[in-house]
């Protein structure tokens, strides 16, 4: 018996049912999120409006019907690259070299994290 008929054999109803389930729940999101990416542009687009209209008047914030919207503005560091660690450990040590492999040990050293999922790869139309 070849083993793709004993996994055959093996599949129940249940399984099935599960994967034809996972299938339809993954079709739903597939159309959300172009829904999603739409309504997305569009906020972004009415933002960008609201936005240069606030700092034109030079206002800070227009009441609406459940509260009000405020143009804030705030900072955050960008995230850590191997040529700004490396580039900071130079200032510090004066040596190029034992900067290099202090980076490249920092870089080496990082944590990596494996998550399992299920993913979905659908059959390409024939033209």
């Known amino acids: 018996m070849s ?3 004993e996994v055959q054999n093996k599949i129940t109803k249940e399984f099935k049912n599960n994967v034809k389930h996972w299938v339809e729940i993954d079709d739903s ?3 959300l999120r172009v829904k999603i990416k739409e309504l997305t542009q569009e906020k972004k ?3 960008e409006f609201i936005l240069n209209f606030l700092e034109s008047v030079d206002e800070k914030s227009v009441g609406i019907n459940d509260g009000k ?3 804030s503005v705030s900072q955050t560091k960008a995230p850590l690259k191997k040529d700004n660690i490396h580039k900071a450990l130079v200032e510090i040590t004066g040596d190029t070299n034992k ?3 202090m980076t490249e040990h920092i870089i080496k050293s990082r944590q990596t994290v494996e ?3 299920l993913k979905r ?3 390409r139309k024939q033209k």
Request: charge should be neutral.
């Open 29 to 31: 999101l597939r159309e």
């Open 45 to 47: 687009d009415n933002e």
């Open 3 to 5: 083993e793709s008929s």
């Open 115 to 117: 998550r399992v999922n």
């Open 121 to 123: 790869t659908k059959n």
């Open 69 to 71: 919207l405020t143009r």
């Open 99 to 101: 900067a290099m492999s």
